[in-house]
């Protein structure tokens, strides 16, 4: 049996970019056409490379700055939760380079919540897996209030649970605004560990 199963639910590129580098608070983006992928992810991006030093979000595993493989060398969004965050910060829109986001796609509800190791796969075989969900951070925010002062501290806390996933390249190509990306999802239940337990332990 196939470990990952193909689904019905396709998205449509909507937007591409880049983070070029990290040199302000802000964040700088530049917008794309087309995204030439390789293992290590798009060149030119902050976040490229087969490793990375770790940062905060994996401090339970490692002391800050150990070299780890790269899982996250883009950060995925959806333009449902896009506008979802627009309108609840009270914003007619929320521009996809604010957020240093890599690809915006169009027809999957509930992205932010796709299950680790999922894949999305182009038309031309280019495929990147999900790693996980993405946190809200300052550094958005921080570019939000740039652009539109007074709407950028409220990121974090609106954007929670709707900012997108990280992920990595699991097969090299080329992404294109406009292409699909079809779905794959693990072939597993949802971890139960209470269940496998013996009667005895388990609670009421």
Request: with cysteine; glycine share 8%.
């Amino acid at each position: 049996m196939p470990a990952l199963v193909p689904t019905d639910h396709v998205a449509s590129i909507t937007w591409l970019g880049r983070v070029p580098h990290r040199e302000r608070a802000e964040i700088e983006c530049e917008p794309l056409r087309e995204m030439p992928l390789t293992f290590a992810g798009t060149a030119g991006e902050t976040h490229a490379g087969l490793t990375r030093p770790s940062c905060s979000r994996v401090l339970a595993l490692y002391e800050r700055g150990t070299e780890i493989r790269n899982t996250r060398q883009l950060s995925l969004i959806s333009a449902e939760e896009l506008a979802g965050i627009a309108a609840d910060l009270g914003l007619d829109e929320l521009d996809p380079a604010w957020l240093g986001a890599s690809v915006v796609v169009e027809g999957i509800l509930d992205f932010s919540h796709l299950p680790p190791a999922s894949r999305l796969q182009g038309p031309d075989g280019t495929t990147l897996t999900v790693d996980v969900q993405n946190g809200p951070c300052q550094f958005p925010a921080k570019t939000i209030d740039a652009a539109r002062p007074g709407y950028g501290k409220r990121f974090k806390p609106v954007a929670e649970g709707r900012r997108g996933v990280t992920a990595w390249v699991e097969r090299e190509g080329t992404l294109r605004v406009g292409e699909a990306l079809r779905l794959f999802v693990p072939e597993q239940r949802a971890w139960q560990p209470e269940m496998q337990r013996p009667p005895a332990m388990r609670t009421a």
